[in-house]
């Protein structure tokens, strides 16, 4: 039973880490932004939804509020980015490193700040309802993810949304079409990283606290769940809903995968080399395999030609 609940509670904890995996997405593939500032607005949305429970405030209201720090959090870096022409990577390690301080500073100066006592959404809706916090968490993580989804699918469909996307796949023939792409990659910037900080809300809400490091490696941990999804779920002809879905999907493999993995004894010291190992496999063996089928496609053809010949 114990081992039961150990895989729930990954299933739980990739649910949770899929917000953050949607946000990296949009940045990543649609917008061609490789975002470092999700290190930081991790913990940064962790940090207000901490606070706003400390001080009385209801979870739901603390997780719209951690959002939105969220969003300060990318509009920064897409000023940055955008406006003082600083290279993207470079803005989000210069947001990434100043919201370390940030963090601190909104935390009250303590590295770790624990919720014990505070309604945590999760414990408190598992304390009445007589039922255990991983089912809980299940059922709100999954209602959480169905919800942004379908947000997510619906605004990518608009003609702004549209707009991103078009940014993303090719800049110049964007803009000779009349669209501010600054704009849109501020936007887009701002979308991502408000995703990032409900996953950070969500986070410090199942631990029932939240640390100043808590985001360390998160941008590799996402890329893992991107690429994941991508391999064994998605593909290029698969819909926009389904490459959604498929990045939450592969962050819940992803959790399982490091849950068997410690189970069989790994030392946690070495998730983070498993993390890079898993991304390097995931990113490679797709590149392979194309490699592969061109060559055999060559060898076919040029035998065709010999034989006609």
Not at 39 to 46: A, H, I, K, L, W
Not at 79 to 100: F, N, R
Not at 211 to 222: H, K, M
Request: charged share 10%; aromatic share 8%.
């Amino acid at each position: 039973m114990g081992l039961f609940f150990t895989y729930l509670g990954a299933i739980d904890q990739g649910l949770i880490w899929g917000f953050l995996a949607l946000g990296v997405y949009i940045t990543f593939r649609l917008l061609d932004i490789a975002d470092l500032t999700v290190d930081g607005s991790f913990t940064t949305g962790g940090a207000v939804c901490a606070i706003c429970l400390l001080n009385d405030i209801h979870p739901l209201l603390a997780i719209f509020m951690a959002i939105v720090a969220g969003f300060v959090a990318g509009a920064i870096t897409g000023i940055l980015h955008t406006k003082c022409k600083i290279p993207a990577i470079l803005a989000g390690i210069l947001t990434q490193i100043g919201l370390y301080s940030i963090n601190l500073r909104i935390m009250g100066g303590r590295a770790n700040l624990p919720l014990v006592g505070c309604n945590t959404l999760f414990q408190d809706i598992s304390l009445q309802l007589n039922v255990n916090r991983y089912y809980v968490a299940l059922v709100i993580s999954l209602i959480f993810t169905i919800i942004f989804i379908a947000i997510l699918y619906w605004f990518f469909g608009t003609e702004m949304g549209s707009a991103i996307r078009a940014t993303g796949n090719n800049e110049q023939m964007a803009r000779s079409l009349g669209i501010s792409t600054d704009n849109m990659k501020l936007l887009g910037l701002m979308i991502s990283n408000g995703l990032v900080g409900l996953s950070g809300a969500l986070y410090a809400l199942y631990g029932q606290a939240i640390d100043v490091r808590a985001g360390t490696g998160a941008i590799v941990i996402a890329l893992a769940s991107i690429v994941i999804g991508e391999v064994l779920i998605s593909g290029k002809k698969t819909g926009f809903a389904m490459r959604l879905a498929s990045v939450v999907i592969g962050s819940i493999i992803y959790r399982i995968v490091v849950a068997i993995v410690l189970q069989l004894g790994l030392n946690t010291d070495d998730l983070k080399l498993l993390t890079a190992v898993i991304v390097a496999v995931a990113l490679s063996v797709p590149i392979l395999i194309g490699n592969r089928r061109q060559i055999s496609m060559y060898k076919k053809l040029t035998g065709k030609v010999k034989d006609d010949a």
